[in-house]
């Protein structure tokens, strides 16, 4: 359903651009972010509502009183993680610093990049999120339990950036443990906001703030660079993801969401089957 649905949004906008191919190179992310946000998020919605006989908001969307410093918390999360990898790559040598993207005197030009992939992010965490910690991941605890659960959904997550490129085995596994670690954010809150945020500022932080490759796809970087250590640990094309630098990222991540949810009464645990 959700592949039928993408294919009907997203097949006309491709056609339309094929008169210009290089343009349709540079549109290529935010058009498929911004048909996948409806067509997955409708399919869904039908799922939930024909199949499980469940509300939609029951996955976690529903909007309560830490909706937003959820949201908020979650998008600043990354930022700590890219910029640590960043000034380790640099002491290192392994990051070479090329220059700011408004160098040329286009500061409007970098600034509507920010808010372009700004919001090209904040689709794709929220589909994403959507999917993998709402639909795949609740509904496999309903049928097996929370280990499983955790497996299956994070190794389905990983597969699905097989074919992104410079993809991997390396990338595969790293892309598994960021779904535990966006996991563990649902798990602590039972609500999709916290990962979602997540999800959006990891993405952002990585690409349009400290110019990394985003799970092989490049975007307009603030910080212009270029990375020549060795792709075991850097990542290489891919970006972090696929490099063993995700590990000591995502712990110090995982340390901060149980900061932030220190005392939280409601959890994934308390909610009903």
Request: proline fraction near 5%; hydrophobic fraction near 55%; aromatic fraction near 12%.
């Amino acid at each position: 359903m959700i592949l039928v649905a993408s294919l009907a949004l997203a097949v006309p906008i491709w056609l339309l651009g094929l008169t210009d191919l290089d343009r349709l190179t540079d549109l290529l992310l935010p058009l498929t972010a911004l048909t996948m946000l409806p067509a997955v998020t409708l399919a869904t919605w039908a799922a939930r509502r024909m199949l499980d006989r469940r509300t939609f908001s029951s996955l976690g969307v529903g909007i309560g009183p830490r909706t937003w410093s959820d949201l908020a918390i979650g998008v600043l999360v990354p930022a700590p993680l890219f910029g640590l990898a960043y000034l380790l790559f640099s002491a290192l040598g392994w990051l070479e610093f090329q220059g700011w993207s408004w160098a040329d005197g286009n500061l409007a030009g970098a600034v509507l990049g920010l808010v372009v992939m700004g919001v090209v992010f904040a689709a794709v965490g929220f589909y994403e999120e959507l999917l993998f910690r709402g639909y795949y991941l609740q509904n496999l605890i309903d049928g097996t339990n929370l280990p499983a659960a955790l497996a299956l959904s994070s190794i389905a997550f990983g597969l699905a950036h097989l074919g992104n490129f410079g993809a991997s085995w390396a990338s595969t596994l790293g892309i598994l443990l960021a779904g535990l670690f966006l996991s563990f954010a649902w798990i602590r809150t039972g609500s999709l906001w916290l990962s979602i945020g997540i999800h959006l500022g990891w993405n952002f932080f990585q690409g349009p703030i400290f110019g990394f490759a985003v799970s092989g796809t490049s975007a307009p970087a603030l910080i212009e660079h270029t990375v020549n250590g060795p792709d075991l640990v850097t990542g290489g094309a891919f970006g972090p993801e696929a490099g063993l630098i995700v590990i000591p990222m995502l712990a110090l991540g995982t340390g901060l969401i149980l900061l932030y949810t220190r005392g939280r009464t409601s959890t994934a645990a308390d909610q009903p089957n």
